[in-house]
């Protein structure tokens, strides 16, 4: 069992930046690959990126490749998705997930409970 603790949401004006974190319970390398999802309201939830276990691969949807950057430290069982010019399109809620490198959430096993990020234009 793993447990997800998403944090660093909040309020910013477009163009600024935000890092969310997700801490894990357990060591993030057994936790597999590690997923970012966002869902905005009245939205289906939508993949943002996902880094492999080792942290050497990546991918990123498309709205967000060159804007978010994820990272992850074994060490500290933690994973950061770092986020530069935002967009008040990237208005949502941030999901950390753990589970099968994939773009698909169904691939995820395991879910934090989300944090808020709201960009202002």
């Known amino acids: 069992q793993v447990q997800l603790v998403e944090s660093g949401g909040g309020l910013v004006q477009a163009g600024g930046s935000l890092r969310l974190s997700c801490a894990a319970s357990?060591?993030?390398?057994?936790?597999?690959?590690m997923g970012w999802f966002r869902q905005a309201p009245g939205k289906e939830r939508e993949f943002v990126g996902t880094?492999?276990?080792?942290?050497?691969?990546?991918y990123y949807a498309n709205s967000v490749k060159g804007r978010f950057t994820i990272s992850r430290d074994n060490g500290k069982n933690t994973v950061l998705l770092q986020m530069n010019s935002l967009k008040p399109e990237d208005t949502a809620v941030y999901y950390c997930?753990?589970?099968?490198?994939?773009?698909?959430?169904?691939?995820?096993?395991?879910w934090g409970q989300g944090t808020q990020v709201t960009v202002s234009s």
């Open positions: 357990t060591p993030t390398f057994s936790a597999g690959a």
């Open positions: 997930a753990a589970g099968t490198y994939s773009i698909r959430g169904e691939h995820y096993a395991y």
């Open positions: 880094i492999s276990w080792s942290g050497s691969s990546t």
